[in-house]
Structures are given as C-alpha cells and as structure tokens.
C-alpha cells in the first residue's frame, strides 16, 4: 500500500515559500460558522465546568513550551529523498490544520467578545495554542528551506462553512484526534529513539495536553447543549461525524506509509490505535461512539483507502476522460457502499457507560 511519491521536489510558490497543496476532500480544511448562533446559546448550567476548562486554559502550561532547542540548529541534508519530502507534507498538513484551528478561534474570540465574554475568553487561548502550533511548525519548514506564506493562505483558501452544531462536533474530534496521533507517535519514539531523526517529535507530550484541553472545552460545549446529544438526530450526527473523522483518518494515513515507515511505526497499526483511542474517548462527550470491534470495522476503512489508491491511479492515468469516469463509478461505489454499511452497524450506547468513563 506503499504509495511513491510522483517528484522529489515540492512545488514553489516563490523563492522559499511552499505552494499550498491542492485542496480536496482529505486536505485540512478552514471553516467558519453562524457566530450569532453561537452567541446566542445558553451556557448558564453548565458554568461553573466551563469556568474551569477556561482557567486551566488561562494557566498557560506551555508558554515556554515552544522554544527551539540548539538541537535544531544544524544542517538538515541528511534527511533526503522521499522522507524528506514525505517528512515536509506531513509539516505541511500539520502546520495548515493548526492554522485552521488558529483562525476559526480567533474569530470566534473576536465575535463573541461582547455577548459572550467567557466564551470569547476561552476560544481566545485556544487560538493563542493554535498559532504556537502553526508557528512552531513553519519554523520546521525553514529549517527545509521553505515556509508557508499563512496570510497567503488565509486570503485564498476556501472557507467551508458549517453550523455551529457541526463546527462542535468535527473540532472536538480534532482536537482528540490531534491528541492521540501525537501522543502515540511521541510514546513509540520514546521507545525506539532511533528512530527520531528530528527533533521537532520530542516537544509532542506537551503539546499533545494542549490538544486535550482544547477537545475537553469542547466536551463542555457538547454537554451543556441538549439538543447536541439528547436525542435521536444527534445520534445520527454524532455517528456520521465519527466516521467522516476515522475515514478520513484512515484514507489520510494508509496513503501516507512512506511517512509513517520512516518513523519506524506501521501505518495501519498507528490508524487502529488512533481511532480505537479516538472512540473510546468520545464517549465522555457523545451519546454514542462506533463500534470499531466489529470484526468489519477496519477491513471496510481499508477498503475504502484501497480505493482511494484506485481513484489516484485512475486520475493521474492518461486516458480519455469519459473512459476515467466509467472506470471510476464502480470503485466510488463500493467505498459508499463500505461506509454505509459502517455507518448501519449498531453503535455502542455511550451514555449506558458514562459513569464509568468519565
Ligand atoms: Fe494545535
Ligand atoms: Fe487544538
């Protein structure tokens, strides 16, 4: 499943500064939302829990978190070939996902500073983590030579925009997402330090409690809206939600071993890690989580990423478009087809079980 790399050269967009790669369904995407909806909701029972977040938030642990050590100061070259290049996509996504998650925030700070202050408050230190993040990364693109130009970036990407419901359950899973994928990446390099061959992955254990504590302000904003996991219609979000994230998730990584192998972990080992973790842990903000036991849970995701390889080859091929588009239709469908039936399996009640996860 090992995908080559088509050039070994990233595309400029000018001297030193990276092009963005093309958008589509699985690049990091920029959202924004109905802002006056969010003003508009109630906080008033569940205060004192968002008072809490918001202050663990406010004590700033990793305020001298990101200072680059003299262990990045020397010359790069020896990371060359695909890994370099597989090694810069993977800064490249990093970085653009957490400027995504900097201007959502930063906005939402902006927007609910009068109506909403205690909000506004803590959406502001979410951003303020967030451009650390972004920044820290695009430093590590220097050290290859090239940046990404983030005001470029943020005047000519698309913005998707979703309602405030949507926006609350795809930046929860995010952040708990973002939380395990670099927790187990920084746990196995701990174990097998051989394979660190920068020193960018030794600073995830405490970026990673960032990323928690962004997801648990979230988890704050799930509980305290009853309409987002109190009754049936949030059942079935919440069920497609998890699934868009682990599909892309798997798609993503499965597409990208290059990467992974150059770290010494197994692609579709550290995809099941993540999202078995992923799930467990949504089930302290949702009323139900995916049942990824099920013997057909990652044989299906795998077969949608097998696709995704097909759909890739197709694509880049040089036959006659109408000839693609044909050739495409079936594989298309068998990947509706596996997550429909992924979808369908029966979830597992989260609410049954809170008590003893939370
Ligand atoms: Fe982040
Ligand atoms: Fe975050």
Request: hydrophobic letters at 40%.
């Amino acid at each position: 499943m090992v995908k080559s790399l088509q050039t070994l050269e990233p595309e400029m967009l000018k001297p030193g500064v990276k092009a963005p790669v093309k958008e589509t369904l699985l690049t990091p995407r920029f959202y924004t939302t109905d802002f006056e909806a969010i003003a508009q909701m109630d906080f008033s029972g569940h205060e004192s829990e968002l008072k809490a977040v918001i202050e663990e938030l406010k004590s700033d642990y990793n305020r001298h978190h990101f200072v680059r050590s003299e262990e990045f100061e020397q010359c790069w070259d020896s990371i060359d070939g695909e890994k370099r290049l597989a090694f810069i996509e993977f800064l490249e996504r990093s970085c653009t996902s957490e400027f995504s998650g900097f201007l959502l925030f930063k906005e939402l700070s902006r927007r609910l500073k009068n109506k909403n202050p205690l909000l506004a408050e803590g959406f502001g230190y979410l951003s303020r983590d967030e451009a650390r993040h972004a920044g820290f990364l695009n430093k590590a693109m220097s050290d290859f030579n090239l940046s990404l130009d983030l005001g470029y970036l943020t005047k000519n990407r698309t913005y998707t925009f979703f309602p405030p419901e949507w926006v609350i359950y795809t930046v929860y899973l995010s952040e708990k997402i973002g939380y395990w994928r670099y927790i187990i990446m920084f746990r196995h390099l701990e174990s097998h330090p051989e394979n660190q061959f920068y020193p960018l992955f030794r600073y995830f254990e405490s970026w990673c409690q960032d990323e928690n504590r962004h997801g648990d302000f979230f988890k704050v904003l799930v509980r305290s809206q009853g309409k987002l996991y109190d009754n049936w219609k949030a059942r079935l979000w919440v069920r497609f939600f998890l699934l868009s994230v682990f599909a892309t998730h798997t798609l993503t990584v499965l597409e990208r071993s290059t990467f992974y192998d150059s770290v010494g972990l197994d692609a579709r080992q550290y995809n099941i890690d993540v999202i078995e973790k992923t799930n467990e842990t949504a089930a302290r903000a949702f009323p139900v989580i995916l049942n990824t036991k099920h013997p057909d849970f990652f044989r299906r995701l795998e077969k949608c990423s097998e696709n995704n390889l097909k759909l890739t080859e197709i694509n880049s091929s040089n036959k006659p478009k109408i000839v693609k588009f044909f050739q495409k239709i079936p594989v298309i469908a068998s990947t509706v087809g596996h997550l429909l039936r992924i979808y369908l399996t029966k979830p597992i009640d989260a609410e049954a079980t809170r008590e003893m996860v939370c």
